[in-house]
């Protein structure tokens, strides 16, 4: 399967805004529910957001709850994540997913089986 591709990371000030945007196939954006997790320096891989297949449930990380949100357009193959008042606690390599597994459970990154190569948001003070 093809890997999935990030964009739009980059380096911002606190209380600025990126949003970032994840490509794929065809078939992995509309057949498959889509999150984004991130790393940061030092840290494991924790949950940031993620998507249904349809796009009418959406689940977020207390962290960035009602500062970021996540959206998908099947017809042109993405997913997006725009973060609004960034932290430096928001730095990180940001990666998308296509979930897997059967669990039914979007929080975890091993039900995601189709990952990016990450993107790298670097928040300053």
């Known amino acids: 399967q093809v890997p999935l591709v990030e964009s739009g990371g980059g380096l911002v000030q606190a209380g600025g805004s990126l949003r970032l945007s994840c490509a794929g196939v065809?078939?992995?954006?509309?057949?498959?529910?889509m999150g984004w997790f991130r790393q940061p320096p030092g840290k494991e891989r924790e949950f940031v957001a993620a998507?249904?297949?349809?796009?009418?449930?959406?689940f977020y990380a207390d962290s960035v709850k009602g500062r970021f949100t996540i959206s998908r357009d099947n017809a042109k193959n993405t997913v997006s994540l725009q973060m609004n008042r960034l932290t430096v606690e928001d730095t990180a390599v940001y990666y998308c997913?296509?979930?897997?597994?059967?669990?039914?459970?979007?929080?975890?990154?091993?039900?995601?089986?189709?990952w990016g190569q990450g993107t790298q948001v670097t928040v300053s003070s």
């Open positions: 998507i249904s297949w349809s796009g009418e449930d959406t």
């Open positions: 065809a078939r992995t954006f509309s057949s498959h529910a």
């Open positions: 997913a296509a979930y897997t597994g059967s669990s039914n459970n979007p929080y975890v990154g091993a039900e995601y089986g189709i």
